[in-house]
């Protein structure tokens, strides 16, 4: 069974940055961020693969928001700036099984889920 722990989130300006963390019990595997806001469905933020060579985002982030990961630590991250009030949302992490190498945008792709960090951002 694979946890993952979630970190970072708190509440900021616009504008302002965060950077969260999603730290793994093993590793490395195919891992993301996703987000929920009140009333709204989970959505794709970011993925990664397991080495790191391929990332993936949604267009509502891309140029703001920069996902990577440290295999040594089993630590994956999530550096976001410009921050905007529409980024405020639950944030998950999620791991997919080892050798995925597709499909990371999609949640249905992941196995394992973090329990989420609250990220608000005022205006």
């Known amino acids: 069974q694979v946890q993952l722990v979630e970190s970072g989130g708190g509440l900021v300006q616009a504008g302002g940055s965060l950077r969260l963390s999603c730290a793994a019990s093993g590793g490395p595997y195919p891992m993301g961020w996703f987000r929920q806001a009140p009333g709204k469905e989970r959505e794709f933020v970011a993925g990664?693969?397991?080495?790191?060579?391929?990332?993936y985002y949604a267009d509502s982030v891309k140029g703001r928001f920069t996902i990577s990961r440290d295999n040594a630590k089993n630590t994956m991250y999530l550096q976001m700036n410009s921050l905007k009030p529409e980024d405020t949302a639950v944030y998950y992490c999620a791991a997919a099984s080892w050798g995925k190498t597709t499909g990371l945008e999609r949640a249905s792709t992941y196995n394992y889920w973090g329990q989420g960090t609250q990220v608000t951002v005022s205006s």
């Open positions: 990664i693969s397991w080495n790191g060579a391929r990332t």
